[in-house]
């Protein structure tokens, strides 16, 4: 895997000199394929600056097929068919919420309204979910949430992995949806019927922000 290049406007965090060496080694003397692409594996944290960022997506791990994961949780390249079961559900509870859903699996369109799609681990090898889940990726997201706890933004935690980060937002005034995940697994238990995507909207409006466009890539804001 080639070099791992921090994020300009994030690399004031500590994780970049404390822990990212040491998983960059790792990666580098591995024989699998990893995923994402070195250039994608900080694309979220690039394309949502701290001071840009209204909302907070966690995801777990980048998908393991090769061809998907582009660096933004959930999301996928453009061309992907089908799509991710848990995007699926994603798009159904979208349907159902606000009656639209994106004509294709790509959500970088939600980043440029700050929209940071944040998965706890940023690499996996082919094929093998989970494999990097204690690679020590999460220090990064740790360290990501307690730097977007100093002023009110919306957090988005789908399932027990993602809320088991909720300790490391602080501070008043955030909304924090917490539900379970859109995995085939979970839907039915909570996420299905959640309205995350109306709920975060509404409370932008009430702080005097613009809503997320989350359903129409052409429409949304540079």
């Known amino acids: 895997m080639t070099a791992l290049v921090p994020p300009r406007s994030w ?3 500590p994780f970049f000199a404390q822990d990212l060496p040491r998983i960059a080694a790792a990666l580098a ?4 394929q990893v995923l994402p692409p070195a250039p994608h594996v900080f694309a979220a944290l690039d394309a949502c600056p701290p001071e840009a960022t209204r909302v907070v997506i966690l995801g777990q791990d980048p998908y393991p097929t090769p061809g998907h994961a582009h660096g933004f949780a959930f999301s996928v390249a453009p061309q ?3 799509l991710p079961r848990s995007l699926t559900n994603i798009f159904k509870e979208m349907q159902d919420d606000l009656g639209a859903r994106p004509p294709d699996g790509d959500l970088r369109f939600w980043a440029t309204q700050g929209v940071l799609l944040l998965n706890t681990a940023l690499t996996v ?3 093998r979910a989970g494999v990097h889940a204690n690679l020590g990726w999460s220090r990064l997201t740790e360290q990501v949430l307690a730097a ?4 009110p933004r919306a957090f988005v935690l789908w399932g027990n992995h993602a809320q088991g980060f909720a300790p490391h937002i602080s501070g008043p005034g955030h909304l924090i949806l917490n539900s379970a995940h859109p995995s085939p697994l979970s839907a039915r238990r909570g996420f299905f019927g959640s ?8 409370w932008l409006k009430d702080k005097g922000q613009t809503p ?4 129409t890539p052409e429409g949304a804001a540079p």
């Not at 003397?29 to 699998?32: E, H, I, L, V, Y």
């Not at 977007?148 to 002023?151: E, G």
């Not at 309205?195 to 509404?202: E, G, Y």
Request: no cysteine.
């Open 11 to 13: 690399a004031h965090l």
């Open 29 to 32: 003397t591995s024989t699998a």
């Open 80 to 82: 992907v068919r089908p």
């Open 125 to 127: 090898e082919a094929g």
């Open 148 to 151: 977007l706890s100093d002023r």
């Open 195 to 202: 309205r995350p995507f109306s709920r975060v909207n509404d």
């Open 212 to 215: 997320i466009n989350w359903t």
